[in-house]
């Protein structure tokens, strides 16, 4: 069979940043994210037996670095293990968004990894296996494979094989719901320079805060349910912006530290921070990279845009809004 799905990226209110168990992908606490329409990666995948290996296709280029396509190769190792198969895979994938906006996720890519991938094997399975699968390419894609507003729970068991199957994530609220809008500013200084796995291994590792860190989630994550429910959007803000100060925080108390700010990044936060106590609603998020993401109400996004405009060294604004879950686009039998 051959299969294309489409899956959007998906921005953490609470974040995760840490692993309990490697080897599982297992995440150290829980995390709550809205899903973005309007920003999508689409991607094909067809079983082959001709083929020797694997091949990975991105944004129109073959993909032959060793460590991503490592990752593309150990993801269907999973789907050809649960499917009994052995044959190779052709898999094709696009964003119709820039790279360079610090989107290019693995959330989006991973999650329509897996329903496509998940499909052209034959698998019939739920989205709770597909959430759990899709965790497994990486931890911000089990939220991406539910629409809306969603809660990753981070498996509860001493066992992490046993907690891999509690590890997933589920919809607290349809798109329907809440009419938020996430503006990314995209600012000129690029690209991350340490990926968020090294960086939360880091962390973990040497930071004398991650345990504080870790400890502060679970109050956020019930807080931010409750005022999600409640499309409150004032304790949304202030929820949203101390989990993310923490995780950065955390991580800038790694050895050595792992700052993802820019000078840009600083100004945005600032000029978001003064606008918000002038009676603008909004508020940011960052994560591991230096552009920053502004939530608002829909009737605020002009606002939001002009002022995000108006920051030196923002090189773009991208508007997006809560977007669908992942979803298989195309299913046909390979000629
Ligand atoms: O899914 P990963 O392993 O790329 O980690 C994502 C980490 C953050 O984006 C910084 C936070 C989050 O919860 O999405």
């Given at each position: 069979m051959e299969a294309t799905a489409v899956a959007h990226p998906n921005i953490a209110l609470v974040k995760y940043w840490g692993k309990r168990d490697i080897e599982y992908n297992l995440p150290a606490a829980g995390s709550v994210s809205m899903t973005l329409g309007g920003l999508e990666t689409r991607t094909y995948v067809a079983f082959d037996s001709s083929l020797a290996h694997d091949q990975f296709e991105l944004d129109g280029d073959l993909v032959d670095d060793g460590r991503r396509l490592a990752r593309v190769t150990g993801f269907l190792d999973l789907i050809r293990e649960r499917a009994g198969i052995d044959h190779r895979a052709r898999v094709t994938s696009g964003n119709n968004f820039p790279t360079a906006a610090g989107l290019a996720s693995s959330a989006s890519g991973f999650a329509a990894l897996a329903v496509a991938a998940a499909s052209a094997a034959g698998l019939t399975i739920d989205e709770r296996e597909l959430s759990i699968l899709a965790r497994r390419g990486s931890g911000s894609a089990a939220r991406s494979i539910y629409g809306g507003f969603v809660e990753m729970?981070?498996?509860?068991?001493?066992?992490?094989?046993?907690?891999?199957?509690?590890?997933?994530?589920?919809?607290?609220?349809?798109?329907?719901?809440?009419?938020?809008?996430?503006?990314?500013a995209v600012t000129a200084e690029g690209e991350k320079a340490v990926g968020s796995t090294e960086g939360m291994n880091r962390t973990q590792q040497t930071s004398p805060y991650f345990g504080a860190w870790v400890d502060s989630v679970p109050t956020d994550i019930d807080a931010a349910r409750q005022v999600i429910a409640e499309r409150d959007f004032e304790s949304l803000a202030d929820i949203a912006e101390r989990s993310c100060l923490r995780m950065h925080a955390s991580a800038i108390g790694a050895e050595p530290g792992v700052l993802y700010w820019r000078g840009t990044t600083v100004d945005l936060i600032?000029?978001?921070r003064e606008a918000r106590a002038g009676g603008l609603s909004a508020f940011f998020t960052i994560d591991a990279g230096p552009h920053v993401k502004v939530f608002c109400p829909a009737d605020a996004s002009d606002d939001v845009r002009a002022l995000l405009d108006d920051v030196d060294g923002v090189r773009d604004v991208l508007e997006a809004w809560p977007g669908k879950a992942a979803r298989l686009v195309e299913l046909q039998e390979s000629p």
């Open positions: 729970q981070p498996g509860a068991h001493a066992e992490p094989a046993v907690a891999s199957e509690e590890a997933f994530a589920r919809p607290i609220a349809p798109a329907e719901h809440w009419d938020l809008r996430c503006l990314v600032h000029r978001v």
